[in-house]
């Protein structure tokens, strides 16, 4: 049974940083791509950033430049937000994308971030 639990979450201004953490456990494959979706207020839930386990990264248009995704050897992904603006308000959301030795999908409960003067 594959467990994400994501930190970090919170209050910010706007100009402002935060870093997410979301550990995982369980049985994890060496193949997999960790990442941060996220879902404001009436919206779909979209993409954020993906890394690979072999450090490829992958980032949604609107975040380039300002967050950045990193992931350590125990399946731990991080997500440094910098530069943040209110249309960044929404829970963000940890994902791990298995793929053996079948193909499975598995999410953390989501952490609020609010970015508000």
Same mark, same amino acid.
């Given at each position: 049974?594959?467990?994400?639990?994501?930190?970090? #979450? =919170?209050?910010?201004? &706007?100009?402002?940083?935060? /870093?997410?953490?979301? @550990?995982?456990? =369980?049985?994890?494959?060496?193949?997999?791509?960790? #990442? !941060?979706? /996220?879902?404001? &207020? #009436? %919206?779909? *839930?979209?993409?954020? @950033?993906?890394?690979?386990?072999?450090?490829?990264?992958?980032?949604?248009?609107?975040?380039? =430049? *300002?967050?950045?995704?990193? /992931?350590? $050897?125990?399946?731990?992904?991080?997500?440094?937000? $910098?530069?943040?603006?209110?249309?960044?308000? @929404?829970?963000?959301?940890? $994902?791990? %994308?298995?793929?053996? &030795?079948? *193909?499975?999908?598995? !999410?953390?409960?989501?952490?609020?971030?609010?970015?508000?003067?």
């Amino acid at each position: 049974q594959v467990q994400l639990v994501e930190s970090g #979450g =919170g209050l910010v201004q &706007p100009g402002g940083s935060l /870093r997410l953490s979301c @550990a995982s456990s =369980g049985s994890i494959s060496n193949i997999n791509v960790m #990442g !941060w979706y /996220r879902q404001a &207020p #009436g %919206k779909q *839930r979209e993409l954020v @950033a993906t890394i690979t386990s072999t450090g490829h990264t992958n980032y949604a248009d609107s975040v380039k =430049g *300002r967050f950045t995704i990193s /992931r350590d $050897n125990a399946n731990t992904v991080y997500l440094q937000m $910098n530069s943040l603006k209110s249309e960044d308000t @929404a829970v963000y959301y940890c $994902n791990l %994308k298995d793929y053996y &030795p079948d *193909r499975s999908d598995h !999410w953390g409960q989501g952490t609020q971030i609010t970015v508000s003067s």
